[in-house]
């Protein structure tokens, strides 16, 4: 089956995290992503928390599947002349160093374009260029407290949480992706290519977009009626942390299930969609709340929604988490358990859909990844393991016209 991306060429300039996710979205779809990596390191996340002795860690493996690696010194003479090479013939550059240091390498974005005005060239930074922050170098976390995320995230009389979600990472990744894709068909129609940046401040933000929402309202009215401050608790001028409050206009909350004592994620969400009400009393039988006035509208179940949440509670205690959406899902109420990662891992829905899939690798054997979230009724992305270090290096060189013994010579220099 034909992938739509074969054909388009990636220099792969990326590591930890932001990048990777953003070039390994596209060599699933078909791109060939050609990873460049420091000779005898590679990307850092190759070492990092490794579970196998010796063997590139799951950090490394779940975020460069689908791609080949060439080792390569890009801050040797021979080395740059590599990349050159490289840079001619690809169309796309993807890159997410810290501030300046493909400047420092020799290739800003004027010399990248001499070398072949078509190539796009793609980079992902912690703050946008121009920002007052923008030296910074960040991961993931610090990006999540730049982008609001962490001070709407958490318990209001906790300090600011952070995500266990990529928001920063992978969440830029993605946004870059779009970027990429989008510079790709523009380029189709005037023949250029050109400057792709995507921040993690950016992306972060662009995800906080209910709470800048939440922000202005707050400034106009004083308080936020689908908040669990409201109508009881304080609001100040800045938008508190909601707890499991729902972002909407539906109120929602994480409510216990059976077996919550020792299981810490017997829970389930449960949302009070305001046009369900007769369908939730009937659920969890309380009829008696449909046509009550202190019950029949979300105005009158404000001021009383926590007790509200109590009593699905009581009615929840005998209930697994999987029993309780089977009942509630009869009714068209939106809930779901929550899921722990090892039910993610086991779960026989994810596995048929491919969202998780099991790999190989030539050094660990198999292992388990998150393929594509995205599907296509023409295509289906199929997951190859990630690759070793260097290990397509000398079928690449070849490709560029090296000969045996100049890349003999590059490898005795420590260049490849
Ligand atoms: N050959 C020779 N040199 C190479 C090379 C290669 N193949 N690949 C990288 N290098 C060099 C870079 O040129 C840079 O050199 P200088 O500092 O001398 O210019 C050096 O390696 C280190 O790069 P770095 O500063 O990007 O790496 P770091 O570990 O210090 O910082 C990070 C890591 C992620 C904080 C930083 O890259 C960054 O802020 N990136 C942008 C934001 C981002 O993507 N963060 C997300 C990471 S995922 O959590």
Redesign the pocket.
């Given at each position: 089956m034909t992938k739509p991306l074969e054909g388009v060429k990636i220099i792969d300039?990326?590591?930890?995290?932001?990048?990777?996710a953003c070039t390994q979205l596209l060599a699933w779809f078909g791109a060939d992503v050609i990873k460049?990596?420091?000779?005898g390191a590679g990307d850092?996340t190759r070492n990092q928390l490794r579970d196998i002795p010796g063997v590139d860690a799951l950090y490394f493996t779940m975020l460069n599947s689908n791609k080949r690696s060439l080792?390569?010194?890009?801050?040797?003479q021979d080395?740059k002349e590599v990349l050159e090479r490289l840079i001619q013939e690809s169309d796309v550059l993807v890159e997410?160093?810290?501030?300046?240091?493909?400047d420092?390498?020799g290739f800003t974005w004027e010399r990248i374009n001499e070398l072949n005005p078509k190539m796009i060239v793609a980079?992902?930074?912690?703050f946008s260029d121009g920002h007052h922050y923008d030296d910074?170098?960040?991961?993931?976390n610090v990006?999540q407290c730049a982008g609001g995320a962490a001070s709407t995230t958490g318990f209001w009389d906790g300090p600011p949480t952070v995500s266990a979600a990529?928001l920063?990472?992978s969440n830029?990744g993605m946004h870059l992706a779009i970027g990429i894709l989008t510079a790709l068909i523009g380029r189709d129609k005037t023949g250029k290519g050109q400057k792709v940046a995507v921040?993690?401040q950016d992306s972060v933000i662009n995800l906080c977009r209910v709470k800048l929402r939440d922000q202005q309202r707050l400034d106009r009215v004083g308080y936020l009626e689908e908040y669990p401050q409201y109508p009881h608790g304080e609001f100040t001028d800045v938008v508190p942390r909601g707890g499991n409050a729902g972002g909407g206009g539906q109120p929602g909350w994480v409510l216990k299930c059976k077996g919550w004592e020792t299981d810490p994620n017997a829970y389930i969400y449960f949302t009070v969609q305001g046009h369900a009400w007769e369908p939730i009393c009937r659920a969890i039988g309380k009829p008696e709340w449909i046509d009550d006035p202190a019950y029949k509208t979300a105005e009158a179940r404000q001021p009383h929604i926590f007790d509200i949440f109590n009593t699905i509670e009581t009615w929840l205690a005998d209930k697994t988490k999987f029993e309780a959406v089977d009942i509630l899902r009869k009714f068209d109420i939106p809930c779901s358990p929550v899921l722990s990662m090892k039910e993610i891992a086991n779960d026989p829905s994810l596995r048929a859909s491919g969202t998780i899939t099991e790999v190989q690798h030539k050094a660990r054997g198999s292992y388990l990844t998150v393929g594509s979230p995205i599907k296509f009724s023409d295509m289906k992305p199929e997951i190859t393991g990630s690759p070793l270090l260097g290990e397509h290096t000398e079928e690449v060189l070849k490709g560029l016209g090296y000969s045996f013994e100049q890349i003999a010579s590059m490898r005795e220099a420590k260049v490849v």
């Open positions: 300039f990326t590591h930890v995290q932001a990048g990777p460049v990596e420091r000779p850092v080792t390569l010194d890009t801050k040797t080395g997410n160093f810290a501030p300046g240091a493909l420092r390498m980079s992902v930074k912690g910074l170098k960040v991961y993931e990006a990529a920063g990472d830029t921040s993690m």
